[in-house]
Nanobody, 119 residues
Framework: QVQLVESGGGLVQPGESLRLSCAASGSGFSIDASGWYRQAPGKQRELVARITRGGSTVYGDSAKGRFTISRDNAKKTVYLQMNSLKPEGTAVYYC?????????????WGQGTQVTVSS
């Protein structure tokens, strides 16, 4: 059974930074692409950033120039470094992983971590 556990959320002031982590637990699988998404109250979930196993990245418009996604394949962990946070960045941030187990390919989501940007 694959579990994704996120950490690193919290309350910060505008302009500050946070680093989110998402670790996959379990055995017998590997992770293909990973990504971070966010959902603000009353809004749809949106892509923040995603990264392939080989390290290719894609960023949502809100993240370009301020956020950096990275991963440690050996640790099955993906990170999101968020700099210069803005109040509109307040949302629940979710980790997603495309998990490969034998011939199977499935998407898994973490439980979400709250990020609040407020003075």
């Amino acid at each position: 059974q694959v579990q994704l556990v996120e950490s690193g959320g919290g309350l910060v002031q505008p302009g500050e930074s946070l680093r989110l982590s998402c670790a996959a637990s379990g055995s017998g699988f590997s992770i293909d692409a990973s990504g971070w998404y966010r959902q603000a109250p009353g809004k749809q979930r949106e892509l923040v950033a995603r990264i392939t196993r080989g390290g290719s990245t894609v960023y949502g418009d809100s993240a370009k120039g301020r956020f950096t996604i990275s991963r440690d394949n050996a640790k099955k962990t993906v990170y999101l470094q968020m700099n210069s946070l803005k109040p509109e960045g307040t949302a629940v941030y979710y980790c997603k992983a495309v998990v490969l187990a034998g011939a199977l390919r499935n998407d898994y989501w973490g439980q979400g971590t709250q990020v609040t940007v407020s003075s």
